[in-house]
């Protein structure tokens, strides 16, 4: 996946009763791998941030059900430790409850903490073969947050498709927005499309609107929870990508795995929107650079209606809006 480290490499994987993970907040300058031994470890990595992007997230509370599991700790405490971690991505729900079932029909914890492991892997490669014709010959191509295999144990949701369709042989640009604070965009996306080959250049958040004016073929996001009337929360920022992307006629599309989609939430006005510390705007590299005595608001997702939303490209094929109830029978 990177040139540090061998293209083999997942986001996460176990070997043993150890769960291995890459440090994403070392990114891109270095390329670390950690391990984790309790569950207790595989909550505070994801409550930190060394692994994210909610199919990852999902994988990784899998692993740390499957430590739990293996040590004989309790498997509620378990699952309400993980839950507790980041409060909008449903992967993280989704995965804990596939894994509390596994567990409780006797499965071996490893074993079914790889199937769910697999089971994304081959979700996001048919993601990327579905979404794949979108990607034009030439075209311009935009993004926003990172949504690529480092967020979802391999392939991507968002860069599946843009990865399918260059390994095709079919040549594109891609802007990669940096996204605030963290910047996961210009951090993450921009590290794994320049492993890829893939040329891009780094936006600034704001600059958004004025590409997309200049003549952007269509914008990929990934998601983190989707509801049932096809509202969806994603990294905060896309809220305004999607409405400009509307105003000027691009087509804006979000990739995610059947499991992104909460089949008890409505729509979007049910979604938890995390909140984080106010340090991430406040400072940089460890050093502030917002006046002393300012505060900061710091919501890491935002909630985009439906009505602005082209497709949604899931390893079911491409959704419109209007098609997304059905969903829910394939996560029941």
């Known amino acids: 996946m990177t040139e540090q480290g061998p293209r083999e490499y997942r986001a996460l994987w176990m070997e043993g009763d150890k769960v291995k993970m890459i440090d994403q907040r070392a990114l891109p300058e270095h390329f670390q791998i950690i391990e984790l031994t309790q569950v207790g470890e595989v909550a505070r990595a994801i409550k930190n941030m060394t692994v994210r992007g909610a199919p990852a997230i999902g994988a990784a509370s899998a692993y740390g059900m499957a430590l739990a599991a293996m040590d004989g700790s309790d498997l509620s405490e378990a699952a309400g430790l993980l839950k507790a971690q980041r409060p909008t991505a449903f992967d993280l729900f989704f995965a804990v409850d596939h894994m509390l079932e596994r567990l409780r029909r006797g499965n071996d914890p490893i074993e079914a903490a790889n199937d769910y492991a697999e089971s994304i892997i081959k979700k996001c490669r048919l993601i990327g073969e579905h979404g794949a014709p979108l990607i034009k010959e030439g075209g311009k191509v935009m993004t926003h947050c990172n949504a690529g295999a480092l967020a979802t144990v391999d392939y991507g949701t968002a860069l599946a498709p843009l990865r399918v369709a260059w390994r095709a042989g079919r040549r594109f640009f891609v802007y990669v927005s940096e996204t ?22 780094i936006i600034v958040d704001g600059a958004s609107g004025h590409f997309l004016r200049q003549g952007v073929d269509l914008v990929i996001v990934g998601a983190d929870r989707i509801a049932l009337n096809g509202d969806f929360a994603n990294k905060i920022g896309t809220f305004e990508k999607a409405v400009l ?3 000027l006629g691009v087509p804006f599309y979000v990739a995610a795995p059947v499991s992104t989609f909460d089949p008890r ?7 938890t929107i995390e909140d984080r510390g106010e340090d991430e705007v406040t400072m940089l590299d460890g050093k502030r650079i917002a006046p002393q005595g300012c505060t900061a608001l710091n919501p890491s997702f935002d909630m985009t209606p439906a009505k602005y939303v082209t497709g949604f490209i899931t390893e079911v094929g491409i959704l419109r809006p209007s098609e997304v109830h059905r969903i829910k029978e394939a996560i029941i």
């Open 245 to 247: 992307a509307k105003e």
């Open 180 to 201: 605030r604070p963290r910047l996961q965009g210009m951090k993450l996306t921009a590290y794994e499309l320049w492993n890829e080959g893939i040329p891009l250049s």
């Open 265 to 271: 939430m409505v729509d979007g006005r049910g979604i």
